[in-house]
């Protein structure tokens, strides 16, 4: 694991913090919302470089997300005619799993970079959730109907 690695980390579980510090608890709602805008950020930056473009299918999309960002060593997507479902067998930036903090609900920082991008990529306010279970493996489901209409 690189220094970049282990710093970004600390970024996650300084975000899961403050959330809970400020708000009186930890919160995936108040992460979800906080992250999104640092993933309309990368979804612009996605754009810039031309790795993506409104068209880009959304399977290949959040993929595309999980490599660049590098948020797990193993992971897979599936999708279905109403989602697209990343799910992450070995996260790298999960806050509970790399800094053993203990917040009272998750506060992973994926569901909100992934929705903040592809928001920013196709142009849309769409809707997602995801199932985390921190430290072991977390899926993270997009919607595609708002997305693809």
Known sequence: MTDGMDYL????MGLGTAVSELFGKSSQELTNLFTSYIGDEI???????GLVSR????PELIEILARELEFGGRFEITADSDSVTLKIMDCNV????????TFETSVCPIPGIIRGAIDAVKGTSGEGYAKLKPGEGCEVIAMIEEVES
């Open 94 to 101: 999960c806050p509970t799993k790399f800094g053993g903090a």
């Open 55 to 58: 068209d880009t299918p959304m």
């Open 43 to 49: 979804g612009k930056m996605l754009l810039e470089k």
């Open 9 to 12: 980390h600390r970024t996650f």
